[in-house]
């Protein structure tokens, strides 16, 4: 069994986005639970570890309260959908206190806007007993005081949208999508505030030069209007090559709209111009900030599939966007982006993070910004997170599963785990990564994929959960397009990779693309783990329901508890890799 103990004291003040503990209260010693927070604007991750847990047979999980509470009220119990006896009927929750979370962690959706800026009080409490006579072990419980991150902080802004078709919480919102009022409502709760990362871009540029390299150009609810009604010049390179002209009818409607067709450019030379950014250019073609992410300008980029987008105020950051995107306006060759990529940029300081740019193509001998991934991955020291569309590089993959088998925490997210051996040939690169992805899913639910969810899996009492939106094809959908990889983001030195590329042979070598490194910023790392783990819980869930009995029901006892406990399970690795113990 394991009776060891954290012997540390949690002792950090509260900061806006603090990703490790803020003001945590009877952390680690005689045995009590020790509490971490990783945060994002719209959500609180609470990490917590019982060390003792293990040595009680009536363990039945955690009871987590809430002060200020919801709507007003002065404390709440986060919810817990599953009681001891199933769901509710109703698809209503039951609060923790009755029905307590058998997870090591769990997070506070519940966070509005206007709770940004503002700290709540969080006590985390061990539960043990009978189901039908719970005992609230107050003297072993932690308290956690946390700061909701704003969304744009020390000159960064970050948004992550919701991008959660399949979902409960979707489904009682929006029980009917067939009108495009209803559409519209229902892609501006899915994106989460991102729909707004252009206009309020545009809104603070005020007249300013916008200059951008966009892949696809096709949302008219939100960014196409805010392009034909923005007050300064425009211009933008756009994807045009092969037969993919999707931006095409966008690019249009602006110069219809009496925009110079001399200011746009399309991209016809890489396999895929794949980038998707924006630069404000101020008095004296000064740059003055970027906008940039994995988030493609269309309705579905910013609704439906999972991304992120950072704006950074770095004049520094934005005037290496804006001489990539002049570079691409000419439309060089292949080889000539091949040939004038120069590696990873300077280090430089924007706000709280160090960062630094590697914009691909690189030439089919090198691999250097992909390398850089794989030896962080090699030197992590406690956990590596991968959420990818589809990544094929098998040399990541091999050192994002080896951390695994290192005894690290390795949790991994792509859009979709093959359902059957894939075919074609096990010595190129994508079929070898689908062989490897397989393998890896079938041993192990390190890794998931949202793919493995069908509609008629919904458990009993739940309400059903849509796949596809309506209209949309399901060979082509995609619920993942995040591209990062995030290593210790629980510790004190985290390093954040993320941008447009897939983490793939194209990326590396055929594609315009965009990579960022984010370096000596637990904040924004503890937002991307916040976020990955919302995502990943979402569907590993889901993937489970095919699994599992189809009714879901709390444990009456410690049973529940026991794959946490035990040496190298996975369940184990995160909860003392998340809660510092």
């Given amino acids: 069994m394991t009776t060891k103990t954290a012997t540390h004291s949690h002792r950090q003040s509260a900061v806006h986005g603090q990703s490790t503990e803020t003001k945590s209260r009877n952390a680690g010693g005689d045995g009590k639970v020790v509490v971490k927070s990783y945060t994002s604007p719209t959500l609180v991750l609470l990490a917590y570890d019982w060390p003792a847990g293990d040595d009680h047979e009536d363990f039945l999980g955690f009871a987590i309260q809430r002060t200020p509470g919801f709507d007003g009220a002065e404390s709440s119990w986060l919810p817990n959908r599953i009681g001891f006896n199933g769901p509710e009927p109703d698809q209503s929750d039951f609060p923790s206190n009755e029905a307590p979370i058998q997870k090591f962690y769990w997070w506070d959706a519940r966070i509005d806007t206007k709770d940004r800026g503002h700290s709540f009080t969080y006590r985390v409490i061990p539960v043990t007993g009978q189901s039908s006579s719970l005992k609230l072990s107050d003297a072993q419980a932690a308290e956690i005081v946390v700061t909701v991150p704003n969304v744009e902080e020390q000159g960064i802004t970050s948004h992550f949208n919701r991008a959660v ?178 590696g990873w940029s300077d280090e430089m300081k924007v706000g709280d993070a160090t960062i630094r740019v590697f914009f691909p193509p690189e030439g089919k001998a090198t691999r250097v910004s992909i390398d850089t991934i794989v030896e962080a991955v090699k030197a992590a020291k406690h956990s590596v997170l991968l959420c990818a569309f589809d990544p094929t590089d098998m040399d990541l993959l091999d050192a994002v599963f080896a951390a695994s088998d290192a005894g690290l925490m390795m949790l991994a997210l792509v859009n979709r785990v093959p359902s059957g051996q894939p075919k074609g040939d096990p010595s190129r690169g994508d079929v070898a990564a689908k062989i490897a992805i397989l393998d890896r899913a079938e041993k192990s639910d390190e890794i998931v994929g949202f793919g493995a969810f069908n509609a008629g899996a919904a458990p009993t009492d739940f309400a059903p959960e849509r796949v596809l939106w309506p209209g949309e094809s399901p060979k082509i959908m995609v619920r993942v397009h995040h591209k990062f990889v995030v290593i210790d983001a629980e510790g004190e030195n985290p390093v954040v990779f993320t941008g447009s590329a897939n983490f793939s042979g194209n990326s590396l070598h055929s594609n315009d693309e965009n990579l960022l490194q984010i370096t000596q910023c637990p904040r924004i790392a503890g937002m991307y783990m916040a976020e990955f783990l919302r995502l990943y819980e979402h569907y590993r869930a889901r993937i489970k329901s095919d699994k599992e009995p189809k009714t879901f029901k709390l444990t009456p006892n410690s049973a529940w508890s026991k794959k946490y406990f035990t040496p190298g399970a996975p369940e184990t690795k995160a909860r003392q890799a998340m809660a510092g113990t």
Avoid at 249 to 266: M, Q
């Fill in 165 to 342: 078709v399949s979902s409960q919480a979707f489904s009682k919102q929006f029980p009917n999508i067939s009108t495009p009022a209803q559409q519209k409502a229902a892609r501006a709760w899915l994106a989460n505030g991102m729909e707004q990362a252009v206009p309020q871009f545009l809104d603070r540029a005020a007249g300013k030069d916008i200059e951008g390299a966009i892949y696809h150009l096709t949302d008219d609810i939100w960014i196409i209007p805010s392009f034909l009604n923005y007050g300064g010049a425009v211009s933008l390179a756009y994807n045009h090559t092969g037969k993919d002209h999707t931006s095409d009818a966008a690019i249009k409607k602006l110069e219809d709209a009496g925009r110079p067709a001399n200011l746009f450019a399309p991209r016809t030379h890489a396999s895929i111009m794949h980038d998707k950014f924006l630069v404000r250019v101020g008095a004296a073609d000064h740059a003055e900030a970027v906008l940039t992410g994995s988030a493609n300008f269309t309705s579905e980029g910013l609704s439906a599939q999972a991304n992120v987008l950072h704006a950074f105020e770095s004049p520094q950051l934005a005037k290496l966007y804006l001489d990539r995107k002049r570079l691409l306006d000419s439309d060089p060759g292949l080889s000539a982006t091949q040939k004038d990529e120069e």
